[in-house]
């Protein structure tokens, strides 16, 4: 397969109003994504629909209309959300039974950058390979035949998008239990969650106590979020609340924390949440949890512990969807807490995750510190080493044969990973052990030949 250029691992990412993530590329991309699927639609349209979802940064005004004018001069049609979660824009395509989802968010990042993710008809975000064509187009616009003026697109905003997000998200809770007993501390990162989250806890029974519900262009994940739990863990701590839930910029992931105001890992989550699926019998001895090379250690040795098994995929959250469909995995996530529950979303969702994370509070009666403790996870040492090139690892002989001693010395009790940044000249090198002290051995004596070698 060719070498991307414009697409990441997540979508289009970059500085609004640099390039990539300029007006005139975003309506590129607009029409690119019309065509494409305009032709290969199963029922041919004149108009296929496009979902179009945003976040509350300030450049998602300038990106939401460049887009849209794409769509509709290559005779789409435009059905505005305004700011909803990502997994809320990607129900809403699938319900909708439109073409495509887009969503114009950066995620995590600062307000200062943007990106655009791409979701097909069903929901799922898009393949490498349609990825490819995608860029062609863009790159190339004249691969794209201009149409008629008479066929040109409309856009219309979809008035009732809130309540049908909250309706599916609350339906995925069981109906055995409510939360009448809860209070929880809500940061909705000033992002995408601010209005459905509190609801949707409310409409539950929940006492909410809320932050991050003020956005105004440019604190999007500013001190708050799942990046910067801080504020919301002492707010757990002087409310006497039972949980701290951090969504970020565009929610499709959590970070909680537990009611002594400490941060519970996500692998600790995804742990936990694969012990609740097998103890209801909705998935069996044997069953396949999926995460990531970034996965800890502990984490699968505890899943091998209650009878199941871990399968790692690359970083990003779409390939361990791509897993889960291809093998029938109904669970999957990352430790940064993006949790996948495939029979109710087709993508990571951080109000999802937490939910599921509560009910499982009510379904053992135990707190979640209590509930996570069991899951050890290996102390993990992770080193962004400099460099000044990027070569296949593999052809790095000198560095071949220190990784080669270091899984002997760690034995099965531990594992080393190392990966380029995507962009930027650093070279991550993460060691894990059951024993502290051989990881950060092992990880100086990689990091000392790495900067041998790549600098």
């Known amino acids: 397969m060719s070498q991307r250029n414009l697409f990441g691992t997540d979508g289009v990412r970059g500085k609004a109003n640099v390039h990539p993530m300029t007006g005139e590329v975003a309506m590129k991309l607009g029409r690119a994504?019309?065509?494409?699927?305009?032709?290969?639609?199963s029922v041919k349209k004149d108009e296929p629909i496009i979902v179009l979802g945003k976040d509350t940064?300030?450049?998602?005004?300038?990106?939401?209309?460049?887009?849209?004018?794409?769509?509709?001069?290559?005779?789409?049609?435009?059905?505005?959300?305004?700011?909803?979660?990502?997994?809320?824009v990607a129900f809403v395509t699938q319900s909708m039974r439109a073409d495509a989802g887009v969503v114009i968010s950066a995620s995590h990042n600062p307000y200062s950058d943007n990106g655009i993710k791409l979701f097909d008809a069903n929901g799922y975000k898009l393949p490498d390979s349609v990825e490819l064509e995608l860029e062609k187009m863009v790159e190339s616009p004249d691969m794209i035949p201009t149409p008629t003026n008479d066929s040109l697109g409309r856009a219309k905003r979809l008035t009732e998008v809130y309540g049908r997000y909250i309706v599916h998200t609350k339906s995925a809770f069981s109906p055995q239990y409510d939360l009448e007993d809860m209070r929880i501390v809500l940061d909705c990162a000033n992002g995408a969650g601010y209005r459905v989250g509190p609801m949707i806890f409310e409409e539950l029974g929940a006492e909410v106590i809320t932050m991050g519900v003020s956005p105004n262009g440019r604190n999007i994940n500013l001190d708050c979020g799942s990046l910067y739990p801080g504020q919301c863990q002492e707010m757990v701590l002087q409310y006497r609340a039972d949980l701290g839930i951090c969504l970020?910029?565009?929610?499709?992931?959590?970070?909680?924390?537990?009611?002594?105001?400490?941060?519970?890992d996500g692998d600790q989550l995804i742990g936990l949440c694969a012990k609740f699926l097998l103890d209801q019998g909705l998935i069996s001895k044997g069953h396949e949890v999926v995460g990531t090379v970034m996965t800890n250690f502990g984490l699968e040795r505890y899943l091998e512990k209650i009878g199941l098994s871990l399968h790692r995929t690359s970083v990003g959250d779409r390939y361990i969807i791509e897993r889960m469909r291809q093998h029938g995995s109904v669970l999957g996530?990352?430790?940064?807490?993006?949790?996948?529950?495939?029979?109710?979303?087709?993508?990571?969702?951080?109000?999802?995750?937490?939910?599921?994370?509560?009910e499982s509070m009510h379904y053992y009666q135990k707190d979640i510190r209590t509930l996570v403790d069991e899951i050890n996870l290996y102390p993990n040492i992770l080193v962004n080493v400099k460099v000044d090139r990027k070569p296949p690892l593999e052809e790095c002989a000198t560095l071949q044969q220190a990784l080669k001693d270091a899984s002997e010395i760690l034995g099965s009790g531990g594992r080393h990973l190392l990966r380029y940044s995507g962009t930027e000249n650093l070279l991550r090198v993460m060691v894990e052990s059951e024993d502290p002290q051989l990881a950060q051995q092992v990880s100086e004596k990689l990091v000392a030949v790495v900067q041998e070698e790549l600098r």
């Open 33 to 41: 994504v019309t065509y494409y699927f305009q032709q290969r639609s």
């Open 57 to 88: 940064r300030l450049s998602c005004y300038m990106l939401e209309q460049a887009f849209s004018a794409g769509v509709c001069s290559q005779g789409g049609r435009v059905v505005l959300t305004g700011p909803l979660p990502t997994p809320g």
């Open 248 to 264: 970020d910029g565009d929610a499709d992931r959590v970070i909680i924390s537990d009611g002594f105001g400490k941060v519970i």
């Open 333 to 358: 996530g990352e430790p940064s807490g993006h949790i996948i529950f495939k029979q109710h979303s087709t993508t990571g969702d951080g109000i999802l995750a937490a939910l599921k994370v509560m």
